[in-house]
Every structure is written in structure tokens, then in C-alpha cells.
């Protein structure tokens, strides 16, 4: 079975701070801060895997897309 290659490719960014979500070629670029962080949860989707972030206030962060 062939994939197609990933037709938004972005770039994700775990540093000491936090952690940063940018499409590459421009677009908005998601920060979180290590201190908002509430949980993080991983996860197997069809043909990737899912990366989940919950923050104080509620909102939840889905990352779809990372190879194993």
C-alpha cells in the first residue's frame, strides 16, 4: 500500500518552555506554555498517530498526523 505524501506539512516543537504547532509555508503558529498543560494523552488513528493536549482552561489540542 502506497500513502500519499502529507499535503500540509508542519512543524511541531517540544522545548523546555512548552510546545509550538506551525504549518509550514505560514499559518497560525499554537504555543502552549508547560504550565498550562493539564494532560496529554497519545493515541493510534488509521495511518498515524494522534497527539491530545489539555489545557487549564478547557480547551483541548489535537495534533493528528505523527509516524511511530
Known amino acids: 500500500m502506497t500513502l500519499a505524501p502529507m ?3 508542519v512543524q511541531f ?3 523546555f518552555g512548552g510546545l509550538a ?3 509550514q509555508g505560514g499559518g497560525k503558529t499554537i504555543e502552549i506554555d508547560k504550565a498550562d498543560v493539564t494532560a496529554v494523552t497519545w493515541m493510534k ?3 498515524a498517530y494522534k497527539l491530545g493536549v ?3 482552561d478547557g480547551l ?4 493528528i498526523g505523527f509516524h511511530e
Open 13 to 15: 516543537k517540544v522545548y
Open 21 to 23: 504547532w506551525k504549518r
Open 45 to 47: 488513528v488509521p495511518r
Open 54 to 56: 489539555r489545557i487549564k
Open 7 to 9: 499535503q500540509n506539512p
Open 60 to 63: 483541548f489540542y489535537r495534533f
